[in-house]
């Protein structure tokens, strides 16, 4: 059955009047009654009982005026959604990003990316820097929040935040009650690190730092997850130098010192596979890098 001939059927059924019912259709009025008698002869019932002075709905006809009108209700819906996928409105996206960064400026993107488009659903995918990168070039997820610099083929990175280090201490700790902290002080004090398995640039910042106050620390654990990091430190197993995002999530039970004067950055860019981007992905990578998160 064709859409074309519903539409006919729709509108004559509205009208009851061949002359009018054509006029709205933009067509004469034999060519609609030959196609109302072929929509009739395909279905094998009378639609319309026809007089010379008016035309009405058969019970047939009346039936399938309901289900038209639901048919052509439902076509409407599908158009507009459609449309707003097209422009970005509607959809779906899939996010990766490293695990600390939720502690940082990632609530607040979400935050303006649930303002702007209210009904775009996402999927947020906690995963390391290498991991996103693959699941990017194999179009497993839409977007990634990845530490920088980083190494990578066919993959747009953009810097869009940076954030001081930090020293942490656990409140138990006898210099946690200082305003500042020579590092070279904790020269000889048992160090928490970053797993290999993190990103380089972490533990190269975290070293180039050590190296500018004169020592190298004494590595006695390694940690995959700033929050297991934080954990140990505050069980007063060892410092940390961490970046400074997680202070509002942490700083009960554990003391942070800013490492501002030193000019190493910890980087967080937005990371996107141009060859698998769709418009609804390409909308939330231009509403982030419309805003400046950069401090």
């Given at each position: 059955?064709?859409?074309r001939?519903?539409?006919?059927?729709?509108?004559?059924?509205?009208?009851?009047?061949?002359?009018?019912?054509a006029?709205?259709l933009?067509?004469?009025?034999?060519p609609?009654?030959?196609?109302?008698?072929?929509?009739?002869?395909?279905?094998?019932?009378?639609?319309?009982?026809?007089?010379?002075r008016?035309?009405?709905?058969?019970?047939?006809?009346?039936?399938?005026?309901?289900?038209?009108d639901?048919?052509?209700?439902?076509?409407?819906v599908?158009?507009?959604?459609?449309?707003s996928?097209?422009?970005?409105?509607?959809?779906?996206?899939?996010?990766?990003?490293?695990?600390?960064?939720?502690h940082?400026?990632?609530?607040?993107?979400?935050?303006?990316?649930k303002?702007?488009?209210?009904?775009?659903?996402?999927?947020?995918?906690?995963?390391?820097?290498?991991s996103?990168?693959?699941?990017?070039?194999?179009?497993?997820?839409?977007?990634?929040?990845?530490?920088?610099?980083?190494?990578?083929k066919?993959?747009?990175?953009?810097?869009i935040?940076?954030?001081?280090?930090?020293?942490?201490?656990?409140?138990?700790h006898?210099?946690?009650?200082?305003?500042?902290?020579?590092?070279?002080?904790?020269?000889?004090?048992?160090?928490?690190g970053?797993?290999?398995?993190?990103?380089?640039?972490?533990?190269?910042?975290?070293?180039?730092?050590?190296n500018?106050?004169?020592?190298?620390p004494?590595?006695?654990?390694?940690?995959?997850?700033?929050?297991?990091?934080?954990?140990?430190?505050?069980?007063?197993i060892?410092?940390?130098?961490?970046?400074?995002?997680?202070?509002?999530?942490?700083?009960?039970?554990?003391?942070?010192?800013?490492?501002?004067?030193?000019p190493?950055?910890?980087?967080?860019?937005?990371?996107?596979?141009?060859?698998?981007?769709?418009?609804?992905?390409?909308?939330?990578?231009?509403?982030?890098?419309?805003?400046?998160?950069?401090?």
């Amino acid at each position: 059955m064709e859409t074309r001939l519903l539409k006919y059927f729709s509108v004559l059924a509205e009208e009851l009047h061949y002359g009018k019912a054509a006029k709205r259709l933009h067509i004469s009025q034999p060519p609609l009654s030959r196609q109302i008698m072929d929509l009739e002869e395909e279905l094998g019932v009378r639609l319309f009982n026809r007089t010379k002075r008016n035309v009405q709905l058969t019970a047939y006809g009346e039936y399938l005026k309901g289900e038209s009108d639901r048919l052509f209700s439902q076509l409407d819906v599908i158009r507009n959604h459609l449309q707003s996928m097209k422009h970005g409105a509607v959809g779906h996206v899939k996010i990766g990003y490293v695990g600390d960064f939720m502690h940082s400026i990632f609530p607040d993107i979400l935050a303006a990316l649930k303002q702007a488009y209210p009904k775009i659903e996402t999927t947020l995918l906690e995963s390391d820097s290498e991991s996103q990168i693959k699941a990017l070039s194999k179009g497993f997820v839409d977007i990634g929040f990845v530490r920088t610099p980083i190494e990578v083929k066919d993959i747009i990175i953009n810097p869009i935040y940076e954030e001081t280090f930090s020293l942490i201490l656990s409140k138990s700790h006898p210099l946690s009650s200082r305003k500042k902290i020579p590092l070279k002080e904790l020269a000889d004090e048992p160090y928490i690190g970053f797993s290999p398995k993190c990103p380089p640039p972490l533990s190269k910042s975290v070293m180039s730092i050590c190296n500018r106050s004169g020592f190298s620390p004494k590595v006695i654990h390694r940690a995959l997850q700033i929050n297991s990091i934080v954990k140990l430190v505050e069980n007063n197993i060892g410092y940390s130098i961490i970046p400074i995002g997680p202070k509002a999530v942490f700083k009960e039970n554990v003391k942070f010192f800013d490492l501002k004067n030193y000019p190493e950055r910890a980087e967080i860019s937005l990371a996107y596979n141009p060859k698998s981007m769709d418009e609804i992905s390409m909308k939330v990578v231009d509403l982030i890098l419309s805003h400046n998160y950069r401090k």
